[in-house]
């Protein structure tokens, strides 16, 4: 359920009597309210004390209700501001007027409380609701550059890692890996691409090694030290003479998000796979 309480309601009108009237209608849902008494104040209170929606009454002395709908429309600063005209004018070309110049609904005077609560509500949950896309895909462009960031940082140490790196997709498969790691067991890089890691591991628990190798586990709870005996290439020359490469491995899952976030509160994790490093034992 969407709160509303708190949300910011200007009401700009020339007439005390209509002020009071909103006021002590949007008091009781707990609306934060300032006051403009003209087009000009207006144009003037929005730019210190920003509103989430403003009740605009149409005809004032100065600048009319249109032509104050016009400027802040003009202005990118106060552009996404929803704007309800205030009016007794309530013929077609009027209410169209008021659509042409930006105005998102209009209420007709006299007031009627239950439908002054109706518009105003409706019109503050589609802004409620448009600012948490806005900051949900702030949210997903920040977890995307850390990720470009990241996997920057991964191409880096493949490259320049003197022991064998490699990389696994969520079902365990070899997303990428170090011509280190490929030269172990006389495979090309490109052989070793998209080939289930279980495919070139021997081991006689193959659920657990599996489970430890394609580790959802990082920071100190990561796979560290883990012996594996990898299978050489049977294509390849050496494999007359020697069948497996046992490697010592440390393997760490990888999320969608920073490890120090993962465990926040409403953040909404993806296990993306693991990265695998591995070297001769000492």
């Not at 599996?210 to 494999?239: H, M």
């Amino acid at each position: 359920m969407i709160d509303l309480a708190g949300m910011k309601v200007m009401i700009v009108d020339d007439t005390p009597a209509n002020i009071d009237v909103l006021r002590r209608i949007l008091s009781e849902d707990g609306f934060e309210i300032s006051i403009a008494m003209s087009g000009e104040a207006a144009l003037s209170l929005v730019e210190k004390n920003r509103p989430n929606l403003i009740l605009l009454d149409v005809m004032m002395p100065g600048i009319d209700g249109f032509e104050t709908c016009e400027k802040l429309k003009a202005n990118p600063a106060t552009t996404d501001i929803p704007i309800i005209f205030v009016t007794a004018k309530t013929e077609v070309e009027d209410i169209v007027r008021g659509f042409k110049v930006g105005s998102v609904d209009y209420i007709a005077k006299p007031f009627k409380r239950e439908e002054v609560l109706s518009r105003v509500q409706t019109h503050l949950k589609i802004e409620q609701l448009i600012q948490e896309k806005e900051n949900l895909n702030k949210k997903l462009q920040d977890q995307n550059n850390e990720l470009v960031e990241s996997q920057n940082q991964y191409r880096v140490i493949l490259e320049k890692s003197s022991d064998g790196v490699f990389s696994l997709d969520t079902e365990g498969k070899i997303l990428s890996c170090n011509a280190r790691f490929s030269s172990f067991l006389n495979f090309e890089v490109k052989e070793l691409i998209g080939k289930p890691v279980m495919s070139i591991v021997n081991s006689e628990d193959p659920e657990g090694v599996y489970s430890r190798i394609v580790t959802r586990r990082f920071g100190d709870r990561a796979t560290v030290n883990l012996k594996v005996q990898f299978c050489i290439n049977e294509s390849s020359p050496v494999w007359q003479e020697r069948k497996y490469y046992s490697l010592v491995l440390d393997s760490y899952g990888i999320w969608n998000l920073p490890n120090n976030k993962i465990y926040d509160k409403g953040t909404e994790k993806t296990f993306m796979g693991a990265i695998c490093i591995v070297k001769k034992p000492s």
